[in-house]
C-alpha cells in the first residue's frame, strides 16, 4: 500500500525480503533408505533409495552434513559421488544390523545386514553443496 509520502519501494522492498528468505529457508524433504549385505567379508549387495517426501516430515533436526553438488540437484547422484562421506555419517546416525554365522563340515559361513531405515531428511541445494540434515 502506498504511504502519503510517496515512499511505497520501502514497503515493497520488505516484502520481497520475507518472499525470497521464506524460499531459501524452504528446503526440500527427501525419504533416504540404505542397505547392504556383506556375505564372507565379500559386500554382496548394496542399495540406496532417495524419494522425494509427498507430505510434510515431522521431527526434530539433527546434525547436519555438506556435500559437494558440483551444480547438481540430483540427491542420490550427490550421494553416490560422496558415498564415503555419506556412509561414514550414516553410521553415526544409527543403522540396524543384523548378524548371522554358521559352522558346519570345517567351513565358516557369515552374513551381515546393515540398514538404515526410511527415514526423512530435509535437504536444502545452494550452489556448491548441498546440506543434509535428518529429522528424529
Do not use: W
Not at 13 to 33: K, M, Q, T, V
Not at 48 to 63: E, F, N, T
Amino acid at each position: 500500500m502506498r504511504s502519503r509520502n510517496g515512499n511505497r519501494s520501502i514497503s515493497l522492498s520488505i516484502c520481497s525480503i520475507i518472499f525470497f528468505s521464506s524460499l531459501a529457508l524452504n528446503a526440500g524433504e527427501y525419504l533416504i533408505s540404505y542397505r547392504y549385505v556383506v556375505k564372507d567379508a565379500i559386500l554382496y549387495n548394496e542399495s540406496l533409495s532417495v524419494a522425494k517426501a509427498m507430505k510434510r516430515c515431522d521431527g526434530i533436526p539433527q546434525a547436519a552434513i555438506e556435500l559437494e553438488t558440483n551444480s547438481s540437484s540430483d540427491l542420490k547422484k550427490i550421494i553416490t559421488e560422496n558415498s564415503d562421506e555419506f556412509i561414514d555419517y550414516i553410521h553415526k546416525l544409527g543403522m540396524h544390523v543384523k548378524h548371522s554365522d554358521i559352522t558346519m563340515n570345517a567351513q565358516y559361513k557369515s552374513t551381515t545386514i546393515l540398514t538404515l531405515k526410511t527415514t526423512c531428511f530435509k535437504v536444502d541445494f545452494n550452489d556448491n553443496f548441498a546440506r543434509i540434515i535428518p529429522l528424529k
